[in-house]
Every structure is written in structure tokens, then in C-alpha cells.
């Protein structure tokens, strides 16, 4: 008894021996959840187990996600050495040979083309310091105006609606813990269920303080399910819906005249607009009844606090920007911002969502929200950097432009980082003839996607685990990743690389970084003053505070948690409502006879974007390992369709076949697809190439389809 004790005593500690704890934060969504890889050596074999860590945001909880994100860290098929393609196939080289590589084409493209033949597309799934460097790279090392990101297709129509309003784009104008004294919860197109689901008991408690929580969304997502009221809309009329709650409130007077008055401008000219409409019409572009409309606008209304919250499912319309601008004009008209309990949430997609939108990946900024059209924010940031104003470059265009360029032959080399937009852009076959046109392409990536696929060369690039850096999360909190699992093999991080290729490029000197605190005290002070303002912030803050919300502008200052609760960041002050048109004014597709039925695209659970990473999980395959066809009963029996058979779905631009999962969760006239899978089942093939004129957004929520059952 005593020796089997002894025995168990003595393996035990060799098990503690073993085992390795690796701080960490989920490399998905924008909770960001703190987490710690653990790794145990078991009878000869590791064993990872991935556990949430306690933190101001999530408090240790995460989602299935988060729970198996090692899987494809860790994975087989990671990068682990850089590839060159030589004769149609890639093959192993040595970090001297890809830097040669890169260093003789772009050379000799911006010699013959200039600078602007090269381009850069960047991420918001990259740390703050990234998104900054890879900003300046593109400004100084390649001396380019074309750099755009991912976030284009993401938060921009909810980010041009906030700056246009309220003056300032931070997602969330409130900290999180404030969602439980809203008395009135708007959701208009945001899955939080399966898309932030360390989010969802933030919304529990609310409800449990007697909060009536109102879900907009054509599908009865897990979301809505938890609703007290939940109304599918006709997929793209949410700015219609948004005129007839401001039409009902109106007209019933339902409005705070004070807060009008005292915080806004432009009140005169939306009542004109919104009187002109009518309840009936507006309720047929809808298709929610005039009780529905009135409920919502007489509950927010009279409730003494409100808030509400969007995401992609109004923003990803070309009409995107100006419907959320509707939404914001409805908090103005009631006075639901400033205060406790009350104001505006686009809840952010991608880990970094926030951060990687404020530091110059985007095609007209500079850090901190400058505007590189201003010459004094030029002058500003070209001091920080130690070079000419007149040598920064001019605005670029946006993500989607960028490939209409590669395509007209005026772009000719990509630097691509942590994006997969072959599978990810609207209109993707056209997306991937322009990059297979450009003289020399390089990405950067933990995987083989299949837009690395189509590079001359790619650069294997660290993970979450690994990169150390910070990250702002949904709430506008700068938190700080802290990674210390090892890097193998040959990989670097990304900051690493493009300092090394800026090196190359002779430009060494303005990139002699040696760590992410080193970029980050640089980003501090390229931000100063600015409208997202770092400077207040360091890394010991960041780890003794656990997290502080921007702007924060001296070492005392404790960050910002409420916005706007005395002015609004226009220079007057005042928050500015929107004249907003809907319907056929607005539309450059619609539903006809020839293709039916509204297409509209999102996520599931268990997987993460275009699947590049969470197909390699086999837990989170093994949830769900195929793109499907969410129908309406009544709609697959029209088309003579069974549940789990297949079916093609077909735009103006192409077709894709897959699965039907029939469920009476979504309207009669929608068909929704995830867009995780690619090849045939990647659904960005039908989508197409329309942009919303504020924020360039393309609609891939909105894309009139036709159905048929697949014959082999
Ligand atoms: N599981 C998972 N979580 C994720 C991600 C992921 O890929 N997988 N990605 C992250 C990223 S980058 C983002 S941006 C967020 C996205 O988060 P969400 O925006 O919440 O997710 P989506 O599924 O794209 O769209 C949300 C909802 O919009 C609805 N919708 C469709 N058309 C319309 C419409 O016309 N009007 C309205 N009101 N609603 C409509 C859809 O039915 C869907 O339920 O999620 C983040 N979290
Ligand atoms: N139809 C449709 N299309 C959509 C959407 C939709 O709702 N419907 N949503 C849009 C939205 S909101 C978004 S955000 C985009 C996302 O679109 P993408 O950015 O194209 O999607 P990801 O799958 O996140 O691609 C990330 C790539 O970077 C790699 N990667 C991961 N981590 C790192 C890293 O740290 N460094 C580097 N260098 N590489 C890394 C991954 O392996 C992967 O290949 O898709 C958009 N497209
Ligand atoms: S996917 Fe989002 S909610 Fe889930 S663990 Fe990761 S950060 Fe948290
Ligand atoms: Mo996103």
C-alpha cells in the first residue's frame, strides 16, 4: 500500500516534470480569450489540452474554437521552411534564397513599372504591431499607395457609419459589462451565438435583468432563439426597416428633443425624408408586419436605456454603411448613447479586428486613424518615421479594387499576409485569374491555402502561440498576447519577415525592430495625439492592468471605457443623422424569375472563416466537415429537394453544388450558405463584385440565386 503510494508519488512528479503550461490568446475571433496550451508527456506521447485563463473580458471561458485552435498550430501540413515555385512546383528553400528571390523581382518590377506596380494586402488577424509595420512597409519600404486588408470585407461598412455619425469608429462605445443595464437590446445581423460566444452570457445576464432582447435576422439563428422578439427581415432591407421604426417614432413623437437639440445635427432633414414614406411600403420591402415595426420603436423608445449592437449581416450589403448609419439614427433620435446602459456595438470579427483597422493597412490611413490625405497627419507620422512628407505615398484603393488593378495589369507584384482572399473575396474566379496574372506574388502564411498556392514564393510565418504581440479586442481593449511556445523549424514571425525583406530591399534602417515591445513603443508614439491614441500604453501597463480600452494618452491616464457621454468627436461636437434610401434606389441586383431566391452567407460554429485553419482540426471537422444549403422546408419542396441531397445553387457568375440541410429556422425565399469550404463549395464564386460606395464593401449577404436539384 505505503510502496504503491511511494510509486504514485514519484510518477506524479515526473508527470509535473513534464509538463509544460504556454500562455497564450485564441487566434480566432475577437473575444480573445486568454488561454494556456498545456503540454504533458503521457507514456511516451505529448498531450495538448488548451484551458481558458481568468481575464477582465471573458473570465477564463472559451468556445469550442478556442478549445482545439492547437490542433492546426500544431499541425502536419505547417509550414516549416520557405517554398520557391520553380517550374510549376514549390520547392524547399533556404530564407537567403527566398530573400534573393524576392528582393531580384521587385527590384527589377519597380524599376520598369514603378513603385506602385507593387501592392500589399495585410489582416486583422495579425497583432497591432504587425498591422503598424506592415503599414509602413508598404509606405516606405516598397514606397507603394496599394495596400489594403481583409478588414475591408469585414468591419469597414460598420467603421465608415461610426466615423460619419459619431465622428470615431471604436466598436464598442461602451465596455462590455455595461450590456447588463441596457433595457432594450437591438441585434441587427450579428450571430453572437456561434460567432462570439463568450459573449453570449453577457447578453444572458441582461436578460435575466428583464432585458427585451430583439434579434433582426432572416435565419432563427441560436441567437435569435434566445429573443424575445425575433424578426426575419427580407435579406438587404435593414435600412427599410430602420425608416419605419424611425417613421413610427416620429410620428408617435417617441423621441428625446433635448438630446436632439442639444448633441446633434441634421434632425430637420431626416424627419422630412422619413414622413415622405409610407408604413404599408415599407412593410412590404421588409415583410414585417406594421405591429412589429411599431413594437420595436414604442419598447426602445420608452425603455430608459438601450443599446444597439450590429455585425456583418447589415454591414455586408452595398448598402452596408448608410443602413447602419439608419440604425445609428434611431439611438440619436431616443438619446440611447452616452450614458449607462445605452449606445452603439459593431462587434468585431477577426482577433484583431479593431487594432488592425487603426494603424495603417488601410488604403487612405495612416497610424492612429491619420488620414493620409492630410497634410498635417502626413507630416506628423513622416517625422516618427524619419523621412520626407513629400515621400509618403497617396491613398491607395480598396481590397477589391486592388485585384481589379492586378487584373488591368497596373499592379504587378503581392505581398500577401494572413489572408486567403481566393476563397474570401466576392466574385472569387475573377479574384484568382488576377493574382495568377501578376509577374510575382509572396505570401506569407502558416499553410499552403489556396491563395498561397498560387505564389512564387511563400514564407512560413509563426501562430498564436509563438507571436508574442498585442491584440485589441472586441471592446476596444489593447490586450497584450503573451506567446512563449518555441518556434520551430524555420519559421519567423510575421514582423520578423518584414523587417527581413525590408532589409533586402535596402531599408533595413527603418526597420531595426528586435521585438514586438521595440515596434510597439514606435506605434505609441506614431500615435500621439491621434484619434486612437496608444500613447498612454505600455507593455508592463498592459500586463499589470489586463488590458486598457483606447484612447489613452498619457501614462496615468486609466484608457476610456464610455465614449461620447458629453461630445461626440466631430469638430462641433455634435453627432450628425443621415438622409438613408432603401430599396430600389439602392439595389443592383435583384430577385427575378431567372434567380429566385435571396443567397445569403455566414458562419458556423465550429469553424473559422475560409476554413484554412479549422479544416485542419479534427474535432472541429468532425462537427461539421461540409459547406450546406440551409432551405425552407417549403422551398426544397418546390425544388423537389430531400434533406441531405445535393443541390446547385446558381448565380450570374457561376455555380456550386452542395448538401441540403432543410430546417424551417430560414425564410421561405433564402438560401444560406457558410463560406468555410473551398473549391467547389466555396460559395464567393456566385457572389458579386458591387461595392458600397461609403466603405467599399462588397454584398455578401445579399445575391439573388437559382436552385435545382444536382443530376449526376
Ligand atoms: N464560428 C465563427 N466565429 C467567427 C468567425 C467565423 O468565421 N466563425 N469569424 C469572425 C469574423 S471575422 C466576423 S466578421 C464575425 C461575424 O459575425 P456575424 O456577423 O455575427 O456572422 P455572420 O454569420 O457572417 O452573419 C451574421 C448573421 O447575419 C444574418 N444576415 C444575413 N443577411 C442579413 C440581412 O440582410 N440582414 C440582417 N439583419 N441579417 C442578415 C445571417 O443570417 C447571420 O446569422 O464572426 C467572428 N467569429
Ligand atoms: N461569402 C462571404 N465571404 C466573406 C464573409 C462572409 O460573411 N461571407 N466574411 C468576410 C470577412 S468578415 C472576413 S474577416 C474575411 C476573412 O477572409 P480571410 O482573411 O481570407 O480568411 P482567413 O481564413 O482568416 O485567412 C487567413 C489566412 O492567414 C493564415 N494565418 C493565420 N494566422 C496567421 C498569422 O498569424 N500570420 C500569417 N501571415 N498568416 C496567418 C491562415 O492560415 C489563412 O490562410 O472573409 C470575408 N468573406
Ligand atoms: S473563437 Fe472567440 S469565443 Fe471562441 S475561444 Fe476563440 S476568442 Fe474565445
Ligand atoms: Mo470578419
Given at each position: 500500500?505505503?510502496?504503491?503510494?511511494?510509486?504514485?508519488?514519484?510518477?506524479?512528479?515526473?508527470?509535473?516534470?513534464?509538463?509544460?503550461?504556454?500562455?497564450?490568446?485564441?487566434?480566432?475571433?475577437?473575444?480573445?480569450?486568454?488561454?494556456?496550451?498545456?503540454?504533458?508527456?503521457?507514456?511516451?506521447?505529448?498531450?495538448?489540452?488548451?484551458?481558458?485563463?481568468?481575464?477582465?473580458?471573458?473570465?477564463?471561458?472559451?468556445?469550442?474554437?478556442?478549445?482545439?485552435?492547437?490542433?492546426?498550430?500544431?499541425?502536419?501540413?505547417?509550414?516549416?521552411?520557405?517554398?520557391?515555385?520553380?517550374?510549376?512546383?514549390?520547392?524547399?528553400?533556404?530564407?537567403?534564397?527566398?530573400?534573393?528571390?524576392?528582393?531580384?523581382?521587385?527590384?527589377?518590377?519597380?524599376?520598369?513599372?514603378?513603385?506602385?506596380?507593387?501592392?500589399?494586402?495585410?489582416?486583422?488577424?495579425?497583432?497591432?504591431?504587425?498591422?503598424?509595420?506592415?503599414?509602413?512597409?508598404?509606405?516606405?519600404?516598397?514606397?507603394?499607395?496599394?495596400?489594403?486588408?481583409?478588414?475591408?470585407?469585414?468591419?469597414?461598412?460598420?467603421?465608415?457609419?461610426?466615423?460619419?455619425?459619431?465622428?470615431?469608429?471604436?466598436?464598442?462605445?461602451?465596455?462590455?459589462?455595461?450590456?447588463?443595464?441596457?433595457?432594450?437590446?437591438?441585434?441587427?445581423?450579428?450571430?453572437?451565438?456561434?460567432c462570439q460566444p463568450t459573449l453570449m452570457p453577457y447578453m444572458e445576464e441582461a436578460k435575466k435583468n428583464g432585458a427585451f432582447l430583439i434579434v433582426i435576422d432572416p435565419r432563427k439563428t441560436p441567437t435569435a432563439k434566445l429573443a424575445d422578439l425575433h424578426v426575419s427581415l427580407k435579406p438587404g432591407s435593414d435600412a427599410a426597416l430602420a425608416n419605419g421604426i424611425l417613421h413610427i417614432m416620429l410620428h408617435e413623437n417617441l423621441i428625446d428633443e433635448e438630446f436632439i437639440r442639444k448633441r446633434t445635427a441634421g434632425f430637420q432633414e431626416l424627419k422630412q425624408h422619413v414622413s415622405r414614406m409610407t408604413l404599408q411600403d415599407i412593410s412590404e420591402q421588409t415583410s414585417v408586419k406594421i405591429e412589429v415595426l411599431q413594437k420595436i420603436a414604442r419598447k426602445f423608445a420608452q425603455e430608459k436605456t438601450g443599446m444597439i449592437l450590429t455585425a456583418r449581416g447589415i454591414e455586408q450589403q452595398i448598402d452596408g454603411t448608410m443602413s447602419v448609419r439608419n440604425f445609428l439614427n434611431i439611438l440619436l433620435l431616443t438619446g440611447k448613447i452616452g450614458r449607462l446602459g445605452c449606445g452603439y456595438g459593431a462587434i468585431t470579427g477577426q482577433g484583431n479586428g479593431q487594432g488592425a483597422r487603426e494603424h495603417g493597412?488601410?488604403?487612405?490611413?495612416?497610424?492612429?486613424?491619420?488620414?493620409?490625405?492630410?497634410?498635417?497627419?502626413?507630416?506628423?507620422?513622416?517625422?516618427?518615421?524619419?523621412?520626407?512628407?513629400?515621400?509618403?505615398?497617396?491613398?491607395?484603393?480598396?481590397?477589391?479594387?486592388?485585384?481589379?488593378?492586378?487584373?488591368?495589369?497596373?499592379?504587378?507584384?503581392?505581398?500577401?499576409?494572413?489572408?486567403?482572399?481566393?476563397?474570401?473575396?466576392?466574385?472569387?474566379?475573377?479574384?484568382?485569374?488576377?493574382?495568377?496574372?501578376?509577374?510575382?506574388?509572396?505570401?506569407?502564411?502558416?499553410?499552403?491555402?489556396?491563395?498561397?498556392?498560387?505564389?512564387?514564393?511563400?514564407?512560413?510565418?509563426?501562430?498564436?502561440?509563438?507571436?508574442?504581440?498585442?491584440?485589441?479586442?472586441?471592446?476596444?481593449?489593447?490586450?497584450?498576447?503573451?506567446?512563449?511556445?518555441?518556434?520551430?523549424?524555420?519559421?519567423?514571425?510575421?514582423?520578423?519577415?518584414?523587417?527581413?525583406?525590408?532589409?533586402?530591399?535596402?531599408?533595413?534602417?527603418?526597420?531595426?525592430?528586435?521585438?514586438?515591445?521595440?515596434?510597439?513603443?514606435?506605434?505609441?508614439?506614431?500615435?500621439?495625439?491621434?484619434?486612437?491614441?496608444?500613447?498612454?500604453?505600455?507593455?508592463?501597463?498592459?500586463?499589470?492592468?489586463?488590458?486598457?480600452?483606447?484612447?489613452?494618452?498619457?501614462?496615468?491616464?486609466?484608457?476610456?471605457?464610455?465614449?461620447?457621454?458629453?461630445?461626440?468627436?466631430?469638430?462641433?461636437?455634435?453627432?450628425?443623422?443621415?438622409?438613408?434610401?432603401?430599396?430600389?434606389?439602392?439595389?443592383?441586383?435583384?430577385?427575378?424569375?431567372?434567380?429566385?431566391?435571396?443567397?445569403?452567407?455566414?458562419?458556423?460554429?465550429?469553424?473559422?472563416?475560409?476554413?484554412?485553419?479549422?479544416?485542419?482540426?479534427?474535432?472541429?471537422?468532425?462537427?461539421?466537415?461540409?459547406?450546406?444549403?440551409?432551405?425552407?422546408?417549403?422551398?426544397?419542396?418546390?425544388?423537389?429537394?430531400?434533406?441531405?441531397?445535393?443541390?446547385?445553387?446558381?448565380?450570374?457568375?457561376?455555380?456550386?453544388?452542395?448538401?441540403?440541410?432543410?430546417?424551417?429556422?430560414?425564410?421561405?425565399?433564402?438560401?444560406?450558405?457558410?463560406?468555410?469550404?473551398?473549391?467547389?463549395?466555396?460559395?464567393?464564386?456566385?457572389?458579386?463584385?458591387?461595392?458600397?460606395?461609403?466603405?467599399?464593401?462588397?454584398?455578401?449577404?445579399?445575391?439573388?440565386?437559382?436552385?435545382?436539384?444536382?443530376?449526376?
Open positions: 500500500m505505503s510502496q504503491s503510494f511511494l510509486q504514485y508519488a514519484q510518477q506524479k512528479s515526473e508527470l509535473q516534470e513534464r509538463k509544460r503550461v504556454f500562455p497564450s490568446q485564441c487566434p480566432f475571433c475577437s473575444m480573445q480569450c486568454k488561454m494556456q496550451l498545456v503540454e504533458q508527456h503521457v507514456e511516451g506521447r505529448t498531450r495538448y489540452q488548451t484551458i481558458g485563463t481568468r481575464n477582465p473580458t471573458t473570465f477564463g471561458r472559451i468556445c469550442m474554437k478556442g478549445q482545439h485552435a492547437h490542433q492546426h498550430a500544431l499541425h502536419r501540413e505547417r509550414l516549416k521552411h520557405p517554398l520557391i515555385k520553380r517550374n510549376g512546383q514549390f520547392v524547399k528553400a533556404t530564407w537567403q534564397e527566398a530573400l534573393d528571390e524576392i528582393k531580384t523581382h521587385i527590384e527589377a518590377l519597380q524599376l520598369t513599372h514603378g513603385h506602385n506596380a507593387i501592392s500589399v494586402y495585410g489582416s486583422a488577424s495579425i497583432t497591432n504591431e504587425e498591422a503598424y509595420l506592415l503599414g509602413k512597409f508598404a509606405r516606405v519600404a516598397l514606397k507603394t499607395k496599394y495596400i489594403d486588408y481583409n478588414g475591408r470585407l469585414c468591419m469597414s461598412s460598420a467603421a465608415t457609419a461610426a466615423n460619419q455619425t459619431f465622428g470615431l469608429d471604436r466598436g464598442l462605445t461602451f465596455p462590455l459589462r455595461e450590456i447588463k443595464h441596457a433595457r432594450v437590446l437591438i441585434l441587427v445581423g450579428t450571430n453572437i451565438a456561434e493597412q488601410k488604403a487612405d490611413q495612416l497610424p492612429g486613424y491619420r488620414d493620409i490625405t492630410n497634410p498635417v497627419h502626413r507630416k506628423e507620422v513622416a517625422e516618427i518615421w524619419n523621412i520626407d512628407e513629400k515621400e509618403l505615398p497617396g491613398k491607395g484603393v480598396s481590397a477589391f479594387e486592388m485585384f481589379e488593378k492586378m487584373q488591368e495589369g497596373e499592379i504587378k507584384a503581392l505581398f500577401l499576409m494572413c489572408s486567403n482572399p481566393v476563397q474570401s473575396g466576392p466574385r472569387a474566379r475573377f479574384i484568382k485569374r488576377a493574382i495568377e496574372q501578376l509577374s510575382f506574388f509572396v505570401a506569407i502564411d502558416l499553410f499552403v491555402s489556396e491563395t498561397a498556392a498560387l505564389a512564387d514564393v511563400i514564407l512560413p510565418t509563426s501562430s498564436y502561440l509563438e507571436d508574442e504581440g498585442t491584440m485589441t479586442n472586441v471592446e476596444g481593449r489593447v490586450t497584450l498576447r503573451e506567446a512563449t511556445y518555441p518556434l520551430k523549424h524555420q519559421r519567423k514571425h510575421d514582423w520578423q519577415i518584414i523587417c527581413e525583406i525590408a532589409a533586402v530591399l535596402g531599408k533595413g534602417g527603418y526597420f531595426s525592430f528586435s521585438s514586438p515591445e521595440d515596434i510597439f513603443e514606435e506605434l505609441r508614439a506614431a500615435t500621439k495625439g491621434a484619434k486612437a491614441d496608444y500613447s498612454g500604453i505600455t507593455y508592463e501597463r498592459l500586463r499589470k492592468e489586463q488590458g486598457i480600452l483606447w484612447p489613452c494618452s498619457h501614462l496615468e491616464d486609466p484608457g476610456t471605457e464610455r465614449l461620447f457621454e458629453n461630445e461626440f468627436s466631430h469638430p462641433d461636437s455634435l453627432a450628425k443623422f443621415a438622409v438613408v434610401a432603401h430599396g430600389r434606389k439602392v439595389a443592383k441586383e435583384t430577385v427575378s424569375q431567372e434567380y429566385p431566391l435571396y443567397l445569403t452567407t455566414g458562419r458556423v460554429m465550429a469553424h473559422y472563416q475560409t476554413g484554412v485553419q479549422t479544416r485542419k482540426s479534427t474535432s472541429l471537422v468532425a462537427r461539421q466537415f461540409e459547406a450546406y444549403a440551409e432551405l425552407h422546408p417549403d422551398t426544397a419542396k418546390m425544388y423537389g429537394l430531400q434533406h441531405g441531397e445535393l443541390v446547385t445553387i446558381q448565380s450570374k457568375r457561376g455555380s456550386v453544388i452542395m448538401r441540403c440541410h432543410i430546417s424551417d429556422d430560414i425564410r421561405k425565399d433564402t438560401v444560406f450558405v457558410p463560406f468555410h469550404w473551398s473549391k467547389n463549395q466555396s460559395i464567393n464564386q456566385l457572389i458579386g463584385e458591387h461595392l458600397d460606395p461609403h466603405s467599399k464593401m462588397p454584398g455578401f449577404k445579399y445575391c439573388p440565386v437559382q436552385l435545382s436539384a444536382y443530376m449526376n
